[in-house]
Nanobody
């Protein structure tokens, strides 16, 4: 069993930076890929980025490339999403997910484990 818990969300102003975290419990995420998705009100869940177990392979959605960076710390069993130059349209619930097959895919349906999400609100 793997449980994922996101943290670090909050209310920020446009242009601010924020880092959200995803910590796993139950077992280590050995060979798992970890991904971040987000969901704005009234919209479908959207892929943000994914990272391999080693961190050597990453995928970032084109709309976030250059502003969002995904990383992980295996010793802490934690993945991170660093966000910069935040815009109001970045507002939403940010979820982390894990895939035991290590595919770091943009397809939400390959992920077996999901957190409950953390709210990020960008507003002036």
């Amino acid at each position: 069993q793997v449980s994922l818990v996101e943290s670090g969300g909050g209310v920020v102003q446009p242009g601010d930076s924020l880092r959200v975290s995803c910590t796993a419990s139950g077992r280590t995420l050995h060979m798992y890929a970890v991904a971040w998705f987000r969901q704005a009100p009234g919209k479908e869940r959207e892929f943000v980025g994914a990272i391999s177990w080693t961190g050597g392979g990453t995928t970032t959605a084109s709309s976030m490339e250059g502003r969002f960076t995904i990383s992980r710390d295996s010793a802490k069993n934690t993945a991170y999403l660093q966000m910069s130059s935040l815009k109001p349209e970045d507002t939403g619930i940010y979820y982390c997910a894990a895939d035991s097959l290590g595919r770091h895919s943009a397809d939400r349906y390959v992920y077996q484990y999901w957190g409950q999400g953390t709210q990020v609100t960008v507003s002036s």
